[in-house]
């Protein structure tokens, strides 16, 4: 399928419906459009164009996939209610109920106060999913909306582009994956790599270009000898060949990810077979095997078992004369409509899929991210469960009884398990893969026959530990659920006890009386009623702490950051004096030694207060510092906080702790390193770790000269490509 690129106009839109064989209400349409064109009147896109080619180029696209009037009109109105004056009880009575729900269904949730942008994100996930389980147009809608948003990202800034991009192959590439619509879905992909890596996509793209005429050559020939095969078989109709060349990210996958070079990426061409029947498919398997080599444990039968987004296709590689290997892809022809349309199918060929139960079962997938996400308490789950539970790279494993079942790559005996059914996952005890039993961290590979042993124990439930093994986020709600419903009171206790932990940990000291509320945004945030509420969350894991701490900490400084003066009355100004640290203090403060605090690490730059030990001197914090915040109010510390001040140069060298967020790929740490060293500051050690997401977290401790210099360095290295978050940490942490 070619997607429209081109800006679109009202002309080449109504000239695409008079060519398509689809019977279409052509008032309405133009209706809709021009209700559209006088809402977005006046209103222009970064690139200068009028608003309104975007909802024309989103309803072009729709029409590309075969949807429907009610579809299209929608499309063409998908932004009036969020950008302009008008309300969805004009559409209503405009267009009717089902062009004003599909409008609904992919309008933003007004800004809510208490979410972050990240949360407000996966808020409008939830409710586009929530609308598209009710009806699948909603997310087609949004996947065109969006493939054309990504077609003209070019005329965003930076940080929007690269923001898009993460959102696109976090969410809506997964998305269209599992809906089955493959052009969308490598569209989107190709489109979010070209902004998120550059120079991988120009690397990628520049061999395929020099190699373009090669490439073609070699793929014609295959055509032809198979054509020629074809002629001297008894097919009724003689099957159909096509050819193609792989997506420039799926081949970086492949290279780049699963650290291959790019000749032993075999698929990476691919010559496409089409017949009318399923017998016929295993025939040309059998034409194909005897006229090329196959490698071996290359192939792989769909037709059998069909993946998750229902697409089916035998696929053998084989090697040519030439030596070079290539994928041969062999399906009937309503298997082919759904590999290319996947769900949109059922509207370009058939008459949608309202009253099809078998398509509602193949559409379960949504409720079950919903109600994953409802378990974990936490709207950001959301996004989290499709970038994982909806991957394009799976695995599928067999029952003993040859039931097959599909999963993310990763997934363990214990996620099997919670697949076959809730019951099955909670009273597993033990697993056999292939005969033989395993660890239950063991993780499953494509064609691994798993039993799962089970006790007979109704009482028997899942182990905590479980959260920590399990990859697919479905298994984890499963569990969740179990401890929400059956350990209410131990949950609450073991919240509270984790919170006083955290808390401790981060040196915030709230009155018992002021904890509900201190902590009344969050309980908002994860829609608990009650205190006990938000503990018996955290106790089963709805909440996770790690997660909301550095808020909280955050939270707890601007509350508690205006303290009374702690500095005692004095009838005479003090004189102030100079330490060699580089301090200057009370003239009072004579001959003391000064130490700068680890809780807080201060540096030349940042606001201080000292305080005076017993037989240690003066320790300098942060004014911020919760150690100071927690304490300058006691009665028995008044006299002991005084005020003290940074001189103007410093030679004593500082050492502060960054912490660096970025995508996990080769030479990322290289780069960070050689920003850091040609800023000339000393890196006293460093550690990298891998986050399950797939990022990478690189602590590093520095010497530097004060805040100003650490900022410059922190701003430097915010810059470097696939650099995610640079922050400064603080408080006594060792590197992991």
């Not at 008079?18 to 690139?47: N, V």
């Not at 920590?468 to 499963?478: G, R």
């Not at 550095?550 to 009838?571: G, M, T």
Request: hydrophobic share 35%; charged share 30%; with cysteine.
């Amino acid at each position: 399928m070619q997607m429209g690129n081109q800006s679109c106009t009202i002309n080449i839109l109504i000239q695409k419906i008079l060519d398509d064989e689809k019977q279409y209400d052509m008032s309405k349409i133009i209706s809709a459009y021009e209700f559209a064109a006088k809402a977005h009147e006046g209103q222009k896109r970064s690139s200068g164009e009028p608003y309104i080619v975007h909802p024309l180029s989103v309803a072009f696209i729709l029409l590309e996939l075969g949807m429907d009037t009610d579809t299209i009109c929608a499309a063409m109105l998908h932004d009036v209610v969020e950008d302009t004056d008008v309300t969805l009880d004009q559409i209503k009575k405009a267009f009717g109920q089902d062009v004003a729900m599909l409008v609904d269904g992919v309008t933003k949730l007004s800004k809510a106060p208490i979410f972050n942008q990240d949360e407000q994100l996966a808020e409008n996930v939830r409710k586009i999913l929530l609308a598209m389980s009710q009806d699948i147009r909603v997310m087609l809608i949004k996947l065109c909306d969006r493939l054309h948003n990504m077609r003209t990202l070019g005329f965003r800034p930076g940080f929007k582009q690269r923001k898009a991009a993460l959102e696109t192959m976090n969410i809506y590439a997964p998305i269209a994956h599992r809906l089955g619509i493959k052009a969308v879905k490598e569209e989107l992909e190709d489109l979010s790599f070209q902004y998120l890596d550059p120079y991988a996509y120009s690397e990628i793209e520049h061999i395929l270009e020099i190699k373009k005429d090669e490439r073609e050559k070699f793929i014609n020939s295959i055509k032809e000898r198979i054509a020629e095969r074809f002629k001297i078989e008894n097919f009724e109709k003689v099957p159909q060949i096509d050819g193609r060349v792989k997506s420039i990210y799926g081949i970086y996958k492949k290279i780049y990810i699963h650290r291959k070079d790019i000749e032993e990426v075999y698929d990476k061409y691919a010559v496409r077979v089409i017949v009318d029947t399923i017998p016929e498919c295993y025939t040309v398997l059998g034409i194909v095997h005897d006229m090329f080599t196959p490698i071996p444990n290359r192939f792989k039968d769909y037709i059998s078992t069909p993946k998750a987004n229902m697409y089916q296709s035998l696929h053998t590689t084989v090697f040519g004369r030439e030596g070079i290997p290539f994928e041969v892809q062999i399906r009937t022809w309503d298997m082919h409509y759904t590999a290319e349309y996947g769900i949109a199918a059922h509207w370009k060929y058939k008459e949608g899929v309202q009253n099809n139960d078998k398509m509602e079962e193949k559409l379960s997938w949504i409720r079950q991210v919903i109600e994953a996400q409802q378990t974990a308490d936490d709207v950001e789950e959301i996004v989290r469960i499709i970038k994982t539970d909806l991957s394009t790279d799976d695995i599928v494993v067999f029952t003993p009884k040859a039931d097959s079942f599909t999963l993310p790559v990763n997934s363990t005996v214990i996620d099997f398990a919670y697949r076959i059914h809730t019951q099955i996952g909670h009273r597993t005890v033990g697993a056999k893969v292939d005969g033989k039993i395993v660890p239950l961290d063991h993780k499953l590979h494509t064609g691994d026959i798993v039993e799962i042993m089970t006790t007979k124990d109704e009482n028997k439930g899942p182990n905590r530990d479980w959260l920590d093994i399990v990859q697919t986020n479905e298994a984890k709600a499963k569990i969740r659920s179990w401890f929400k419903k059956e350990c209410r009171e131990e949950n609450i206790i073991r919240g509270k006890q984790e919170l006083e932990r955290e808390f401790k940990h981060y040196r915030m000291r709230i009155p018992d009386n002021e904890i509900e509320k201190f902590l009344a945004d969050d309980l908002k945030r994860h829609n608990c009623n009650t205190l006990d509420d938000f503990y018996a969350s955290i106790g089963y894991g709805g909440v996770l702490l790690p997660k909301i701490m550095q808020r909280l900490k955050d939270n707890y400084v601007k509350l508690y950051s205006e303290p009374a003066d702690p500095e005692p009355i004095v009838p005479v100004k003090p004189q102030r004096r100079k330490s060699d640290s580089g301090i200057i203090f009370e003239d009072t403060l004579r001959n003391v030694q000064v130490r700068f605090s680890q809780c807080c690490n201060p540096l030349p730059g940042d606001e201080i207060v000292g305080f005076v030990t017993r037989g240690h001197g003066v320790s300098v914090h942060k004014k911020t510092c919760p150690n100071y915040l927690s304490s300058v109010s006691a009665p028995e510390n008044a006299d002991r906080w005084r005020k003290v001040e940074w001189t103007e140069t410093h030679k004593t060298d500082f050492h502060a702790m960054i912490e660096i967020v970025a995508i996990d790929k080769v030479g990322v740490l290289q780069k960070v390193i050689t920003v850091i060293s040609d800023a000339k500051t000393p890196i006293q050690n460093s550690a990298s770790k891998r986050m399950k997401n797939g990022n990478t977290i690189i602590r590093a401790t520095i010497a530097v000269s004060g805040k100003e210099q650490l900022d410059t360095l922190v701003a430097k290295l915010s810059k470097i490509h696939d650099v995610l978050s640079v922050t400064r940490i603080e408080g006594r942490r060792g590197l992991w």
